[in-house]
């Protein structure tokens, strides 16, 4: 499109960022499955449902704004990663996209395995009943109590993130009679995010031990000196929403290349990898995910012709998508407060939720999809920016979107994609309660994370 001719007309082509001249969709009352759950859909009467409940109906039980999980999507996207995987790999489920007790009891039914990075994951997944040889604990800085709670629990496996921690694990174990299962997190130089990776210089973060300047090497050496500690393998992860193989490609390459170097100083040949996740999703329509059957073929052959050209046996592969199965499952659902219009520039869009429901549009500059779910519009498209509530300038939770132009307060909104990093990132701010997390399958829905109060608000404030 032509700078001359913006979507939003021409008194708008001054406004908008450069290079944004994304025409509006040609039916604002078409919800893109690629964005989309896969139970949502828009009923006769032009109201949206899921799981064949419609939304005016979960605001009027639930409340607004509340988070609305897909429970048969979920489960279906798990049974897709661990078909496309098979026996002979892991799929470790990365807790910290979102967790709850309800969330652990369907990976376990699904066969899917967990990751964990702190106590408090690792405390809700052990009561929900996920078995501690099924659950991994990650973290850059893991507390001694940490550390002694996972072992006592027979983790199947903690993730070395520094020298110091490689010392601390053999020795709670050690004093514990255990041998505690361990892989080493390497930083192998490449940092991969959406189509892009970039194969130097990326050492310098808090994440892991450098495979640069021999240094991992060094931590391989030290682990397998250690009675309290079995070295299984390598841990790498390289970014986040990935849509591109590429740096994949360049980290499998630089892990395997270690591998190698193990077997040949010590005659040792690990037995696994682990390749992190950081699969992207589809925020918006423009979004190109692959599918798990894609992926793992791709992770497959990657790692098995760099082994042949070293001459390793192809050890087994772990992942570790969390966005790639809940980010797509769930949605948000708030109701209009106020609708502004600015007079040459856009229409804000106040609703009753912001960044403490999902703080990722201010921190990360996230893009998402928005629509009017709570009937159908056959007004023109008008260009709006979805606000909060809180009194924060950067409290948007959706920057540029095209809504009706007969928008009113009282009306639903949903943003899709929000499975991930947003209920788990909530916070407080202004004292906001946190919302809820409902999930609805085949017209029931039942709350599996409730409703914040104030008097949750005021138990904790002891004065």
């Given at each position: 499109?032509?700078?001359?001719?913006?979507?939003?007309?021409?008194?708008?082509?001054?406004?908008?960022?450069?290079?944004?001249?994304?025409?509006?969709?040609?039916?604002?009352?078409?919800?893109?499955?690629?964005?989309?759950?896969?139970?949502?859909?828009?009923?006769?009467?032009?109201?949206?449902?899921?799981?064949?409940?419609?939304?005016?109906?979960?605001?009027?039980?639930?409340?607004?704004?509340?988070?609305?999980?897909?429970?048969?999507?979920?489960?279906?996207?798990?049974?897709?990663?661990?078909?496309?995987?098979?026996?002979?790999?892991?799929?470790?489920?990365?807790?910290?996209?979102?967790?709850?007790?309800?969330?652990?009891?369907?990976?376990?039914?699904?066969?899917?395995?967990?990751?964990?990075?702190?106590?408090?994951?690792?405390?809700?997944?052990?009561?929900?009943?996920?078995?501690?040889?099924?659950?991994?604990?990650?973290?850059?800085?893991?507390?001694?109590?940490?550390?002694?709670?996972?072992?006592?629990?027979?983790?199947?496996?903690?993730?070395?993130?520094?020298?110091?921690?490689?010392?601390?694990?053999?020795?709670?174990?050690?004093?514990?009679?255990?041998?505690?299962?361990?892989?080493?997190?390497?930083?192998?130089?490449?940092?991969?995010?959406?189509?892009?990776?970039?194969?130097?210089?990326?050492?310098?973060?808090?994440?892991?031990?450098?495979?640069?300047?021999?240094?991992?090497?060094?931590?391989?050496?030290?682990?397998?000196?250690?009675?309290?500690?079995?070295?299984?393998?390598?841990?790498?992860?390289?970014?986040?929403?990935?849509?591109?193989?590429?740096?994949?490609?360049?980290?499998?390459?630089?892990?395997?290349?270690?591998?190698?170097?193990?077997?040949?100083?010590?005659?040792?040949?690990?037995?696994?990898?682990?390749?992190?996740?950081?699969?992207?999703?589809?925020?918006?329509?423009?979004?190109?995910?692959?599918?798990?059957?894609?992926?793992?073929?791709?992770?497959?052959?990657?790692?098995?012709?760099?082994?042949?050209?070293?001459?390793?046996?192809?050890?087994?592969?772990?992942?570790?998508?969390?966005?790639?199965?809940?980010?797509?499952?769930?949605?948000?659902?708030?109701?209009?407060?106020?609708?502004?219009?600015?007079?040459?520039?856009?229409?804000?869009?106040?609703?009753?939720?912001?960044?403490?429901?999902?703080?990722?549009?201010?921190?990360?500059?996230?893009e998402y999809s928005v629509a009017l779910v709570s009937r159908r519009s056959d007004a023109e498209p008008m260009l709006s920016r979805v606000v909060g509530k809180h009194c924060e300038s950067g409290d948007i939770v959706v920057r540029d979107a095209f809504l009706p132009a007969?928008?009113?307060?009282?009306?639903?909104?949903?943003?899709?994609?929000?499975?991930?990093?947003?209920?788990?990132?909530?916070?407080?701010?202004?004292?906001?309660?946190?919302?809820?997390?409902?999930?609805?399958?085949?017209?029931?829905?039942?709350?599996?994370?409730?409703?914040?109060?104030?008097?949750?608000?005021?138990?904790?404030?002891?004065?």
């Amino acid at each position: 499109m032509s700078r001359s001719a913006h979507p939003a007309g021409p008194r708008h082509a001054d406004v908008l960022p450069e290079g944004h001249y994304s025409a509006p969709p040609a039916d604002l009352n078409a919800l893109d499955p690629k964005v989309w759950s896969a139970t949502v859909e828009r009923g006769a009467d032009g109201v949206a449902t899921l799981g064949g409940i419609p939304v005016t109906r979960l605001a009027e039980e639930f409340g607004t704004p509340a988070y609305f999980v897909d429970e048969a999507d979920f489960r279906a996207r798990c049974r897709a990663w661990a078909e496309a995987f098979g026996a002979d790999a892991d799929v470790f489920y990365a807790g910290k996209a979102f967790l709850s007790r309800a969330i652990v009891r369907w990976l376990g039914e699904e066969g899917l395995n967990l990751d964990v990075c702190s106590g408090g994951e690792l405390s809700t997944a052990l009561s929900a009943g996920m078995p501690a040889e099924r659950i991994a604990f990650h973290g850059n800085n893991k507390s001694d109590d940490e550390i002694r709670r996972a072992v006592e629990a027979g983790v199947g496996r903690i993730v070395l993130d520094s020298f110091a921690e490689i010392v601390r694990v053999a020795h709670v174990a050690d004093s514990l009679g255990k041998r505690q299962r361990v892989q080493i997190r390497v930083t192998v130089g490449v940092e991969a995010h959406t189509h892009e990776f970039i194969a130097t210089a990326h050492e310098d973060q808090k994440f892991g031990i450098a495979l640069a300047g021999g240094q991992a090497a060094e931590a391989v050496r030290r682990a397998l000196k250690l009675d309290g500690l079995e070295l299984i393998g390598i841990h790498s992860h390289i970014g986040s929403q990935i849509f591109d193989m590429a740096g994949f490609e360049v980290s499998a390459r630089r892990v395997v290349g270690l591998l190698a170097d193990v077997r040949d100083e010590h005659g040792v040949e690990l037995p696994e990898i682990d390749l992190g996740g950081g699969l992207g999703i589809a925020y918006t329509s423009s979004d190109d995910p692959r599918e798990p059957h894609e992926i793992a073929k791709a992770l497959r052959d990657i790692v098995t012709r760099e082994c042949e050209a070293a001459g390793l046996a192809v050890p087994r592969i772990s992942v570790e998508p969390g966005r790639a199965i809940v980010g797509p499952t769930a949605f948000t659902l708030y109701e209009v407060g106020t609708v502004k219009p600015l007079d040459g520039l856009r229409t804000y869009v106040s609703v009753d939720g912001g960044m403490s429901d999902n703080i990722r549009t201010a921190l990360y500059d996230a893009e998402y999809s928005v629509a009017l779910v709570s009937r159908r519009s056959d007004a023109e498209p008008m260009l709006s920016r979805v606000v909060g509530k809180h009194c924060e300038s950067g409290d948007i939770v959706v920057r540029d979107a095209f809504l009706p132009a007969d928008l009113a307060p009282g009306d639903l909104i949903a943003v899709p994609a929000t499975g991930a990093y947003c209920r788990s990132m909530a916070s407080n701010y202004n004292h906001v309660t946190r919302p809820p997390v409902v999930a609805v399958r085949e017209g029931e829905a039942r709350v599996i994370v409730r409703r914040e109060t104030e008097e949750d608000l005021l138990r904790l404030d002891v004065g």
